[in-house]
C-alpha cells in the first residue's frame, strides 16, 4: 500500500485549514462544525439513555436483560455494521453515508419515542445503532481527508469535546426530560437536532474520494465478520442467564473463533477485501484498536452501573444523578483540546499510558463507593476518570485513522468506532455477569444477617442488581418500618459489593490497556490526508 493517495495531476492546494475560505462547501473548520453537530446527536443519545434506563425499566416492566439489550442492542448493531458503513464511505463517499446516517439516525429517535413495549425499543435501538454505524466512520473520514497533518489532532481534539460536551449535557437534559415529561421525549430530542445536522451537511460538507478507493463490495467478508460479532457478543450476553460453564455458551464464543478465523482466511484470498490484513502490519494501529477496546470496557462497563448507583442507593431523582456526573463529563470537554496539543507535540505513546493509569485508578476508587459515600469523593473519581479518558478517544482515534491509508480512512474510522462499541457491549455484558454472580453469592448472606424471619425472596434479588427498592414493598401484609429499613439495606449494601467487584475488574482492564498503549506512535500516513487531495 501507499502511504499516500493522488486524486489528480494538479498541485497540491495549500493547507486547507489556513486557506481562505472560498465558499462554505469544503471549509474544514465548518467541514468540522457541522460533523460534530451530527456527532452530538449519537454522543448525546448514548447518555440520555443511560439516564433513562431507570425510567423505562419501570415504566414497561423490563428486567436487566431487557435494559442491557437497550444498550447492548445498539452497541451491538453500531459493532456489526460500522465497519461495512466505513467500506460504503470509501466506495460512495464520506457526505453521503454521513447524511444517510443522521436522517436515519434521527427517525429511529422518534420511533423508539413512540413504542409502548421494551420489544419495540429494543428494535428501534438496532436500528439506531445501524445508521449510527453509517454516521460515525464518515465523521472521521470526513475530517482525515480535509485537515493536514499538523492540524488533524486539534481536529479531533476539538471533535472529542464537543462529544465531552453532549455527554455531559446528556444526563442533565435527559434527567430534565425524564423528570418533568418522560423517558419518551429523551429520544425524540434528536428529531430537531438531526434536521439541524442535516440542513448543515447539506450546506456544508464536500465529498472527498482517493483516487484508487474500492470499486466492489466483499459480500462473504461481510457476512463472515457481521457473523462473528454477533456470536461473540450474543454468547458473552446470555453468559449471565446460561452461566459460563453452559455448553450454550462456549458453542456461540466458539462459533465466534471458527468465524473470525474463516473471515481472516477469506480476507487473504479476495480482490478487494472489506479488511485488507496488511493494515494491520502496523504495531501502532493494531495497539490503537486493541486500546479501544480495552478503553470501552473499562468505561462504558463500569459507567452501566453508575445511574443505577445514584439513583437507586443514594435516591437522587434522574436531574440530581446527572449532575453529580458533570464531573466527569465536563473533564472531557477541557482535556480533550488540550490532549489534541500534546499529542501533536509530544506523540501519542506518553499521553494515552497516562492516560489510561489515570482510568485504572479512577477505576479502582470508585470500586470503594458505598451507600455512605459523599458527593466529594464521588466528584474526585469522576473527574479523575473523565481526565484520563480524553487522552484516549483523542490519541488512539489517531493511531487508528493516521496510520491507514487515505483511501481505507473509512474502514479505519469503521475500525476505531467499532473496537470502541465492541469494548463497550462486550464491558457491559461482562460486568453485568460479574455483578449479577456477585448479588446471586451474597444476597442470601446479607439476607440472613440482617436478621429478616422470613425467606429471602428471589424478586427481591432481581432488584438488587438495579439498586431498587420495590415501592409497593412498604404497603406489603405485615411490613414494618423495621423490616422495610432492613430489606432496603441488604438491596443497596448487595449492589454496592457487586459494583464494587465489576469496578475492580474493570480497573484491571484498564491497566492492560496502559500497557498496550506503550506500544502505539503518532500516525505514519496522516500526511495523505488534506495536503494530497483534491479539495
Known amino acids: 500500500m501507499t502511504s499516500q493517495t ?3 495531476k494538479a498541485p497540491p492546494p495549500q493547507d486547507p485549514a489556513s486557506a481562505p475560505a472560498k465558499g462554505l462547501r ?10 460534530a453537530i451530527g456527532v452530538m446527536m449519537v454522543a448525546l443519545d448514548g447518555t440520555i439513555v443511560a439516564i433513562a434506563n431507570p425510567a423505562i425499566q419501570k415504566d414497561l416492566g423490563a428486567s436487566l436483560a431487557d435494559v442491557q439489550w437497550i444498550t447492548n442492542g445498539y452497541l451491538l448493531a453500531l459493532a456489526v455494521a460500522l465497519i461495512t458503513a466505513g467500506k460504503l464511505g470509501d466506495r460512495f463517499g464520506h ?12 427517525l429511529a429517535s422518534g420511533a423508539i419515542g413512540l413504542s409502548s413495549s421494551v420489544t419495540l425499543v429494543i428494535v428501534f435501538r438496532v436500528l439506531q445503532g445501524v445508521f449510527g ?15 493536514p497533518a499538523e492540524k488533524l489532532n486539534m481536529a479531533i481534539g476539538i471533535w472529542g469535546m464537543v462529544i465531552g460536551a453532549s455527554t455531559a449535557a446528556g444526563p442533565i437534559v435527559g434527567g430534565l426530560l425524564v423528570e418533568h415529561v418522560s423517558w419518551q421525549s429523551v429520544f425524540f430530542i434528536n428529531v430537531p437536532v438531526g434536521v439541524i445536522a442535516l440542513i448543515l451537511g447539506l450546506v456544508i460538507l464536500k465529498d472527498h474520494r482517493a483516487a484508487n478507493a474500492p470499486k466492489s463490495f466483499d459480500i462473504l467478508g461481510i457476512l463472515l465478520l457481521s457473523g462473528a460479532m454477533f456470536s461473540l457478543i450474543w454468547g458473552i450476553i446470555k453468559a449471565g442467564e446460561w452461566t459460563w460453564g453452559d455448553g450454550r455458551t462456549w458453542a456461540w464464543l466458539g462459533a465466534a473463533v471458527l468465524l473470525f ?17 496488511a493494515m494491520f502490519r502496523s504495531v501502532a494501529l493494531s495497539a490503537g484498536v486493541v486500546l479501544m477496546v480495552l478503553m470501552a470496557f473499562a468505561f462504558m462497563g463500569g459507567l452501566f452501573f453508575v445511574t443505577f448507583y445514584l439513583q437507586g442507593v443514594h435516591g437522587m431523582s434522574p436531574v440530581e444523578s446527572g449532575l453529580h456526573l458533570l464531573p466527569l463529563t465536563a473533564m472531557m470537554i477541557v482535556s480533550s483540546p488540550v490532549a489534541g496539543l500534546l499529542i501533536t507535540k509530544f506523540g501519542p505513546r506518553v499521553p494515552l499510558v497516562g492516560g489510561m493509569v489515570a482510568t485504572a485508578v479512577a477505576c479502582f476508587g470508585m470500586s470503594t463507593l458505598s451507600s455512605g459515600t459523599g458527593t466529594l469523593t464521588m466528584s474526585v473519581w469522576f473527574a479523575l476518570l473523565g481526565l484520563g479518558l480524553a487522552p484516549v478517544m483523542v490519541g488512539a482515534t489517531e493511531v487508528i485513522v493516521g496510520n491507514a491509508p487515505l483511501e481505507l480512512s473509512g474502514v479505519a474510522g469503521g475500525l476505531q468506532q467499532a ?3 465492541v469494548g463497550g457491549a462486550l464491558g457491559t455484558a461482562v460486568l453485568g455477569a460479574v455483578m449479577s454472580s456477585r448479588v446471586s453469592a451474597e444476597f442470601a448472606g446479607n439476607w440472613k444477617d440482617a436478621g429478616i424471619p422470613m425467606p429471602p425472596d428471589p424478586k427481591l434479588e432481581e432488584a438488587a442488581e438495579f439498586a431498587a427498592v420495590p415501592p409497593q414493598l412498604a404497603d406489603a401484609p405485615g411490613m414494618t418500618p423495621d423490616m422495610f429499613d432492613k430489606i432496603t439495606g441488604v438491596i443497596h449494601d448487595t449492589f454496592v459489593s457487586g459494583m464494587g467487584f465489576a469496578f475492580t475488574v474493570a480497573g484491571g482492564v484498564a491497566v492492560v490497556a ?17 495536503g494530497t487531495a483534491h479539495i
Open 6 to 8: 493522488t486524486i489528480d
Open 26 to 35: 469544503g471549509h474544514p473548520w465548518l467541514t468540522l462544525f457541522s460533523v
Open 514 to 530: 496502559a500497557l498496550v498503549a506503550t506500544q502505539t506512535k503518532r500516525g505514519e500516513n496522516a500526511e495523505a490526508g488534506a
Open 133 to 147: 454505524a453509517l454516521l460515525m466512520p464518515a465523521a472521521l473520514g470526513l475530517l482525515r481527508a480535509t485537515f
Open 261 to 277: 478465523l474463516f473471515f481472516a482466511i477469506w480476507e487473504t484470498k479476495v480482490k478487494e477485501p472489506l479488511v485488507p490484513l
Open 95 to 106: 457526505r453521503q453515508t454521513f447524511l444517510i446516517g443522521i436522517a436515519g439516525f434521527a
Open 419 to 421: 473496537a470502541m462499541q
